[in-house]
C-alpha cells in the first residue's frame, strides 16, 4: 500500500495550472515530497507514541490513497538531503548560510520521536487539498495542558506550505492570521485541512481550519498568503 501511493506521489506534478516536468526531470515538490532512497527515515510513518485517533486517520487515509483520490507525502527531516541544497542553489543566489547548514534541519521534525511535532499529509489532486493529521507532544506545551499557539501555527504554516507548494512551486509565506478559537489539548490528534482558495500570478491564497479527530470541536482558523519565489532573485 505505502508503495502504490509513493508511486502515485511521483507523478505528483510540481505546479498546478503549469507544465508538469517532463520524465527524468521532477520539479521540486516532487522532489522534496518524495525520495525512494530515504524512505526508512519517513517521518510521516506510525510510530509506538501515535495515539489510537492518529493511527486511525491515517490508516483510512491510507485506503483513501488505494483509488488515486488521496496521495500520502512522506516527510524527512532534510538533514543534508538533495532538497536543501535545491532550495539554496536555485533561490539563495550564491549567499549561502553554509556554516549552519551541515546541521540542519526541518523544525517540524527536529524533536525525538513523540516529543513535538508527530504529524501525516495526504494531498487530494482534484480538491486541490491538503489535510495535516497532528499530535502535539509534551515538549509543545503551552498553557499546561495544552499545545503552544506557536506549535499550531507552526503545523498551519507547514500544511498551508505545502499545498501552496503543489500548487505553483517554491513559496515563501508572506502572512499568515490565525484565529485560536478553543485551546488544543496536548497529545491530542487533531485533523488540519487546507484548501488553495486563489491564485494570482505569484500570490497563492489558501485557508484551514483544525478540528478535533471527531470532527466536533473547531479549534483554530487560519488564512495566509504564499507567495512563489522568483529563481535568481536574492531573498536577502
Ligand atoms: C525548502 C525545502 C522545503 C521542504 C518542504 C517542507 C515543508 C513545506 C512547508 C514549509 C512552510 C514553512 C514556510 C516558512 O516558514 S517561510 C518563512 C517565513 N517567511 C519568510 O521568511 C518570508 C520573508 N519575506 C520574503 O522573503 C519576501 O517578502 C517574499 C519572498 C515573501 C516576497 O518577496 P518577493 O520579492 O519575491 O515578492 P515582492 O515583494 O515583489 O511581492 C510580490 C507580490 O506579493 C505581494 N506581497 C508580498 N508580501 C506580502 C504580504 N506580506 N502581504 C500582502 N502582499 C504581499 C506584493 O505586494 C506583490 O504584489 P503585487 O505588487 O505584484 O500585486
Redesign the pocket.
Known sequence: MLRSCAARLRTLGAGRGGARPPAGNPG??QR??SSEKLSANDRSLPNPSWNKDLRLLFEQFMKKCEDGSWTHMP?YS?KNTL??Q??TTLIRDGKLPNKHLSQAQ???RSYEEGLGFEYVMFYNDAENRTICFFQGGPYLQGAPGFLHGGAIS?MI??????S??IAVG???????NITFKRPIPLGSAVVINSQVDKI????VFVSCNVRSADEKTVYTEATS??????PG?S?T
Not at 157 to 162: E, I, Y
Not at 170 to 176: G, K, Q, R, S, W
Not at 200 to 203: C, D, H, L, Q
Request: charged letters at 20%; zero cysteines; proline letters at 2%.
Open positions: 521540486p515538490a522534496w515530497f516527510s532534510y532538497s536543501t535545491d532550495f526541518l523544525f517540524t507552526t504554516d507547514a500544511t498551508l506550505g505545502t501552496a507548494m517554491i513559496v515563501m509565506t508572506a502572512n499568515l494570482e500570478g505569484r500570490k498568503l504564499f507567495i512563489k519565489l522568483e532573485k531573498l
